[in-house]
């Protein structure tokens, strides 16, 4: 399955496909002078941008807000300073526009000047496009005058320095980190961390931040907030699978069983035994449909989903409205199938046309009809997308640039534990098997007298863990807490809630101090979960000094390598350095994990910071952290 948490949350691409709204004002027009080496564009709104410089790679980003996308110009020659100009959406009710600096060249932004031309014209002088490299650079805002006229960095840029070249990505694998194909460490000794990690915070001092840095004796090396309790996003996944992992060990595997009312060829009633097993896919159910028929079973009177596992609601009450719905938050019951997702892949045609759509799961086709009303825009329009089920049917709007690449997308299943046995029923068909009803989903347990006659297993605990925090996959945390939740008490009458008091119970036995953790769900999807910086770091150097610490640690996406984290760090010290949990929803930024710099003992470190400004602009500020640890240097 494509991950689509991954894709929606990971918040780490230029240009996001997120649906469109109709707000206020339209940016209508955009235009390069190669010239002049002026950006100029217009909306039909007032409106105020938020302009940043971000590193790795190098562009810079106008956010305005308040606008929609509207026409644009026709493709412009940028020359050799600039690799290429985009329009987007980073979400609704926002235009970005997207300056890429070819490789080996930044912005000196001491000579960039952001203006108010007239009315609601603006222009950006880009003239101090330099071919300089910096290594460990990261963002910078820009800030924007109310009345117009030039703009001055927050922070400035230091002098150029010798270009240092960047490595060639390589395919994403946790391993232990090379030591080649990267820019030349420059070494900082480890009295300095209290200086220059509080400089970085001081940047936006507003921000409510908590951050702690230890060393692999519990040796604090920074602490700024580090007992406060904030809002840690998807770093919740920290807490969950390190308990999982604790508790059930890494060979654990998840049986969903297939129970009869007899093993003779007709089978009264056929019971397949959700356990909540995220992975379980169509291509199980196959499986599934294959080991009855070889048992000799040749009629099945009634088929039944048996959803007993998990108590309580499908999908937290705590989670937002806006997210209900959508791909990265499906319900989460006993019968997972698929993820819980219908996915689809769309792609552009020729402009004017439909998008094509091709099925994930060719089997879903049958079951849902396609109300396609997307179009391919033209090779410099905007990209925006919006699927949304409707019944039976998915409907489909928006558009893709002609020639760009395809994008996937998905929806929740509505109803999930019917929609299982729905495409059991379709396997069981196809295996040549008579099904007479399936119909029908029950929380009443399977009587005793029920026989085992199939199962299948999903893959090891160890690569469970991995795909929910390699992937920041919120199904599958919420499982492994409801699992989790489960176990510990199977008679609870909601299984998140003992699946919270679990994850506690586990946590605390191993020296972790839960009560600054204050969890609502396990994926950190709800904005009302707490936790502080100090547990984060408490659980990091738990699980790395137990039998499960390399299992844990390459879970963890890897700087610059994969993952969430596999276009972040790249080019810089700490590309395969670091392997850390990213953390992004609204007005939170989080990552925390480990640090191995080449000349300084291992670090865990957690850096929380719950604020309303730019999450590209927090997230630089948090990556500055990381590479300026990723070089220290001990003995001095």
């Known amino acids: 399955m494509v991950n689509w948490r991954s894709l929606l949350l990971g918040a780490t691409l230029p240009v996001l496909i997120l649906a469109a709204k109709a707000e206020a004002g339209t940016l209508n027009r955009w235009a390069f002078n190669r010239t002049t080496n002026q950006l100029s564009f217009t909306v039909t709104e007032a409106t105020k941008p938020n302009a940043f410089l971000i590193f790795n790679p190098q562009r810079v980003v106008i956010d305005l807000p308040g606008t929609s996308l509207g026409s644009v110009s026709k493709k412009q020659d940028y020359g050799d300073r600039i690799k290429q100009i985009r329009l987007g959406q980073p979400k609704a009710g926002t235009s970005r526009l997207v300056v890429e600096l070819a490789d080996g060249y930044i912005l000196d932004t001491s000579k960039a000047v952001l203006k108010r031309t007239s009315g609601n014209n603006w222009e950006i002088n880009l003239n101090g496009i330099v071919a300089v490299a910096q290594p460990g650079a990261r963002g910078v805002a820009l800030k924007i005058p109310t009345s117009g006229g ?87 996944k920290i807490f969950t699978t390190a308990a999982a992992l604790s508790k059930l060990g890494p060979s654990y595997q998840i049986t969903t069983p297939v129970l009869g009312s007899s093993s003779s060829s007709t089978v009264n009633q056929l019971r397949i035994v959700g356990q909540g097993d995220p992975s379980l896919n169509t291509a199980d159910l196959n499986t599934l449909a294959q080991q009855l028929k070889g048992r000799g079973i040749q009629k099945v009177n009634l088929l039944v989903g048996d959803d007993t596992t998990f108590k309580g609601p499908n999908l937290n009450p705590n989670w937002e409205a806006e997210d209900i719905g959508q791909a990265y938050a499906p319900p989460v019951n006993s019968l997972i199938i698929n993820e819980n997702i219908v996915g689809l892949i769309l792609a552009p045609a020729r402009q004017g046309q439909r998008l094509s759509v091709k099925w994930e799961d060719p089997t879903d086709q049958q079951f849902w009809t396609l109300d396609n009303r997307s179009v391919t825009a033209s090779r410099f329009g905007g990209e925006f997308l919006d699927v949304v089920p409707s019944g039976n049917r998915i409907v489909i ?99 998140r809630i003992s699946g919270i008091a679990a994850i506690k119970d586990i946590l605390a036995k191993q020296g972790v101090d839960t009560r600054q953790i204050q969890m609502i769900d396990g994926s950190g999807l709800a904005p009302n979960n707490r936790a502080s910086a100090k547990a984060l770091v408490q ?98």
């Not at 400035?156 to 990267?182: D, E, L, S, W, Y």
């Not at 710099?597 to 309303?612: G, I, K, Q, T, Y």
């Open 150 to 236: 030039s703009v001055s960095p927050a922070t400035p840029i230091p002098g150029p320095t010798t270009p240092t070249p960047t490595p060639t990505p390589t395919t994403p694998t946790p391993t232990t980190p090379p030591v080649t194909n990267r820019p030349v460490n420059r070494q900082f000794c480890s009295s300095r961390t209290s200086t220059v990690l509080s400089s970085v915070l001081n940047k936006n001092s507003r921000a409510r931040w908590g951050v702690l840095v230890q060393d692999a004796n519990d040796k604090t090396l920074f602490d700024r907030n580090a007992s406060t309790l904030l809002a840690p996003a998807s770093n919740n």
């Open 397 to 495: 709007t928006g558009q893709l640039r002609a020639g760009s690449a395809s994008e996937p997308v998905g929806v929740a299943i509505p109803n999930e534990g019917n929609y299982l046995v729905r495409k059991f029923d379709d396997s069981l068909k196809k295996a040549g098997l008579n099904v007479t009803r399936a119909t029908r989903v029950t929380r009443t347990p399977a009587p005793k007298s029920f026989v085992q006659l199939a199962a299948v297993k999903s893959d090891p605990l160890s690569k469970l863990v991995a795909t929910t925090n390699l992937q920041s996959n919120n199904l599958y945390a919420e499982s492994l807490l409801k699992i989790l939740g489960s176990q510990r008490l199977a008679s609870s009458v909601d299984t």
């Open 539 to 636: 659980t990091l150097q738990v699980m790395s000094k137990g039998s499960n610490a390399n299992i844990f640690r390459q879970s963890l996406p890897v700087a610059g390598r994969s993952g969430t984290l596999s276009t972040r760090f790249v080019g810089t010290p700490a590309q395969d350095r670091v392997f850390a949990k990213t953390g992004t929803i609204s007005n939170v930024v989080s990552l925390a994990g480990y640090v191995t710099p080449p000349n300084h003992p291992p670090l865990s470190f957690a850096v929380l910071v719950n604020d309303s400004s730019s999450p590209s602009a927090l997230r630089a500020l948090v990556d500055e952290m990381v590479v300026f640890l990723s070089q220290l240097e001990s003995g001095c």
